[in-house]
């Protein structure tokens, strides 16, 4: 019985960790077509399958112990162990659960690391073209005392037309 209810809870699981990796690989395609509403839809969709995960979580330890339990193994035993002490007695449905389970959190954190650098190097490139931006715009051109055209920060400029 134990075993049952822990297979669902690995399933549901999986099935929200599987959610969560679509919207994350969408979201890398968003960021490459710098699609800011959809970015954001992104985001709303990843904070609500994070409340859910979170909400499984406990549920799914609670069964992952009581499993444990069950077969003899501390209830701080990882669910890999647990699985592999029953598949030493023949069922291997849970080792293949886990296993999946476990890819499935590895592509995430494969994914989630791509998306956080193709962000972070997108902000470096609006910064430094903020930057650019700024100091073209801080420059002016004013027609100066000797006939040319001097290059004065436009701050400055302002002060001396004030004054």
Sequence with gaps: MELKKLLAEISLQTGLLNELLQVLERETVEMGDVDTSAMDLSNRTKEELFVKIAGQT??????????????????????????????????????????????????????????????????????????????LVNQSNIYGASGGYQQRPASAVMVNREA
């Design 58 to 135: 406990p549920i799914l330890q609670q069964a992952v112990s009581a499993q444990a339990v069950c077969v003899g193994l501390p209830v701080s035993a990882s669910l890999g162990e647990i699985a592999e002490c029953i598949a030493k007695r023949g069922n291997r449905e849970l080792l293949t659960k886990q296993q999946q389970i476990h890819r499935t959190a590895e592509r995430i954190r494969q994914v989630s690391a791509l998306n956080v650098e193709i962000a972070e190097r997108f902000s470096s490139s609006v910064t430094s073209t903020l930057g650019l931006i700024m100091r």
